[in-house]
Each structure stands twice: as C-alpha cells, then as structure tokens.
C-alpha cells in the first residue's frame, strides 16, 4: 500500500509539472537545429557552396511554407575537437510539422532539390552534395521550443 501512495504521488507531481510550466509562457514554433565542425582549411570553399546551394534551397522551403524561418549561427569559442563551428536552423510552426513524415512536404522539397540541382535523379543530386559532406562532420540535432514568457501579475 506504502508503494502505491509512493507511486501515485510521483505520477501525481510528474503530471503536474508541464500545468504548472504552463502558467510561466506560452508555447511558441519548434526550431530544428543541426550542428557541423568545418574540416580544417575548408571554410572558405564550404561556405561558398552554402551560400551557392542552402541559401537558395532555404529560401525555397520558406517560399512553399515547408518552414516558417531559417538562420545560420557561428559558433566563435571552440572548447575542443567535438565542439561545433556553424549551425543550421529551421523554424517549425510545431514538433508535428518538423518531426512527423508528411507525402506532400516531401514532394515540394524533391521538386525543391530537382530545381536547385537541375535534375530530377536523387543519385546524381548525391554526387552534387558530396563534396559538401567532405567539408564538415555533423556533430548533432536539438529540437528547441521557442516560447514567450509569460509577464508576472
């Protein structure tokens, strides 16, 4: 019986965490942000080829309402080897949009990718990419709530 009430408060106290947060912002668009160290001595040639390649494709996905918003972030105080140089970041009106698999999304970022690469053929749009992929390594993916905070009473 001791283990029960134990359990019911801890479920009890659990639930009530996200009502009481609820009360302090309101939630806001979902930011997907993925992160990349440049290979050494390769940051002049892997940014041009962002601004020649994601700019424009960014630009489109907002355009289609794939995204609401885009930014670009440079990291300017390396703490070591994993840590991170530049990150990507995609604004989502919710966790749903920039989680969830969606048939229509992904025929308007192919179409997308064909316009940008000039071809329709997913391999040779792979041979265009690759050289980018030897330019960086991925360090990681956060999915970051914006929320607006709430003014005390």
């Known amino acids: 019986m001791k283990r029960m009430m134990i359990a019911a408060s801890f479920v009890a106290c659990w639930l009530a965490v996200p009502v009481q947060a609820q009360e302090h912002f309101t939630e806001g668009p979902v930011w997907a942000v993925s992160y990349y160290r440049i290979q050494p001595d ?30 670009v972030f440079f990291n300017t105080s390396r703490r070591d080897e994993k840590d991170w140089d530049i990150a990507y970041a995609s604004l989502y009106p919710s966790y749903a ?16 990718a064909a316009k940008q690469y000039k071809t329709k053929d997913e391999a040779k749009q792979q041979e265009i990419v690759a050289p980018r992929l030897a330019m960086r390594v991925y360090i990681g993916t956060n999915f970051i709530r914006e929320v607006t905070l709430k003014p005390l009473p």
């Open 42 to 71: 390769k940051a002049d040639d892997y940014l041009k080829w962002i601004r020649a390649n994601y700019l424009p494709t960014a630009e489109a996905e907002k355009k289609q309402g794939l995204i609401l918003d885009f930014k």
């Open 97 to 112: 949009k920039a989680l969830d698999y969606s048939a229509e999304d992904e025929a308007k970022g192919k179409a997308i």
